[in-house]
């Protein structure tokens, strides 16, 4: 296994976090929605807001800020980015 920054899992789900920033900060959905949306929707224990909770805005940042290093892919939702430094 190559020397990479996150495994697998880490990078999904803070991707699905930060896609879920995405959409709340363009005012598709509100959180509550969201959250409900991909628990009912793909069968997640949580959803992206109460992961972000539960692992820690800081972790989530850290990651994707790093991997967004290698692939524009991974760049940091400004809302995600806001919440993280105030």
């Known amino acids: 296994m190559?020397?990479?920054?996150?495994m697998i899992?880490?990078?999904?789900?803070?991707?699905?976090?930060?896609e879920a920033y995405y959409t709340l900060g363009a005012g598709?959905?509100?959180?509550?929605?969201?959250?409900?949306?991909m628990k009912l929707g793909?069968?997640?224990?949580?959803?992206?807001f109460e992961w972000s909770q539960k692992i820690g805005l800081k972790r989530i940042y850290e990651l994707l800020n790093q991997l967004s290093k290698e692939k524009k892919l991974y760049e940091v939702a400004t809302l995600l980015t806001n919440e993280f430094i105030v």
């Not at 899992?9 to 930060?18: D, E, G, H, L, V």
């Not at 598709?28 to 949306?37: C, H, K």
């Not at 793909?42 to 992206?48: A, F, I, L, S, W």
Request: hydrophobic fraction near 30%; aromatic fraction near 6%.
């Open 2 to 6: 190559p020397d990479i920054t996150g």
């Open 28 to 37: 598709v959905s509100s959180r509550n929605e969201i959250d409900i949306a």
């Open 42 to 48: 793909t069968n997640y224990p949580y959803g992206p």
């Open 9 to 18: 899992s880490s990078r999904i789900i803070s991707t699905i976090i930060n």
